[in-house]
């Protein structure tokens, strides 16, 4: 199922006189920048858990068979870490085509690695929106993640590249380790 939030993103305008705003990548968004910006610094969010838990027909996938790529939920306690990019307003509207699949601009405070934050936005998509595939157990989510393609690439590859862009981050995600580790496993079966 698709829902294209690029018109909702449209409307969602919370740094209206900005030149300049900082936006919070926890995905793709930390290994794929492509998009102009002014300045990148890894930082983290607080009380949100990355989960490869929404559907990607468009990207790493398609309509008949999803792949997973990551959202955030809930956690009180827990650190997401990522990259923070300074971008001029102009930017946000290619990354709301980019984010279509059911991702909305939310407001999110970060935290740079020297003390500093910054308040800015972060593409989240909600367990309510229509691609929304929710938890699974951990084969089952990495043996659709090793199957899946889209117009993208393979969603392996989003995987493997996201684990090793936060392993360059010093970053340690649980969740991320063990779908990797599982998809490189059935990798090797596959052999
Ligand atoms: C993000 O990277 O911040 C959003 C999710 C994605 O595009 O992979």
Same mark, same amino acid.
């Given at each position: 199922m698709t829902l294209d939030t690029t018109q909702l993103n449209r409307e969602r305008v919370f740094f209206a006189d900005a030149e300049a705003i900082w936006l919070f990548g926890y995905g793709s968004? =930390?290994?794929?920048?492509e998009f102009p910006y002014q300045e990148r610094r890894p930082a983290h969010i607080e009380g949100w858990a990355r989960r490869f838990w929404q559907g990607s027909h468009d990207h790493r996938g398609t309509p008949e068979n999803p792949g997973r790529v990551v959202t955030l939920v809930e956690s009180p306690g827990s650190i997401c870490q990522g990259m923070a990019y300074r971008i001029g307003a102009e930017v946000l509207g290619?990354?709301?085509v980019r984010e279509k699949n059911g991702y909305l601009r939310e407001l999110t405070l970060m935290h740079f690695h020297d003390?500093?934050?910054?308040?800015?936005?972060?593409?989240?998509?909600?367990?309510d929106n229509a691609?929304?595939?929710?938890?699974a157990p951990?084969?089952?989510?990495?043996?659709? =993640?090793?199957?899946?393609?889209?117009?993208?690439?393979a969603n392996?590859?989003?995987?493997?590249?996201?684990?090793?862009?936060?392993?360059?981050l010093g970053a340690e995600d649980e969740h991320v380790v063990a779908l990797a580790d599982r998809v490189r496993d059935l990798r090797s079966m596959a052999r």
């Amino acid at each position: 199922m698709t829902l294209d939030t690029t018109q909702l993103n449209r409307e969602r305008v919370f740094f209206a006189d900005a030149e300049a705003i900082w936006l919070f990548g926890y995905g793709s968004l =930390i290994w794929k920048a492509e998009f102009p910006y002014q300045e990148r610094r890894p930082a983290h969010i607080e009380g949100w858990a990355r989960r490869f838990w929404q559907g990607s027909h468009d990207h790493r996938g398609t309509p008949e068979n999803p792949g997973r790529v990551v959202t955030l939920v809930e956690s009180p306690g827990s650190i997401c870490q990522g990259m923070a990019y300074r971008i001029g307003a102009e930017v946000l509207g290619p990354l709301d085509v980019r984010e279509k699949n059911g991702y909305l601009r939310e407001l999110t405070l970060m935290h740079f690695h020297d003390g500093s934050h910054a308040e800015g936005l972060v593409y989240l998509a909600t367990q309510d929106n229509a691609a929304f595939l929710g938890d699974a157990p951990l084969d089952d989510m990495a043996l659709q =993640i090793a199957t899946a393609h889209g117009p993208s690439g393979a969603n392996r590859d989003y995987l493997l590249n996201l684990a090793a862009a936060l392993e360059d981050l010093g970053a340690e995600d649980e969740h991320v380790v063990a779908l990797a580790d599982r998809v490189r496993d059935l990798r090797s079966m596959a052999r």
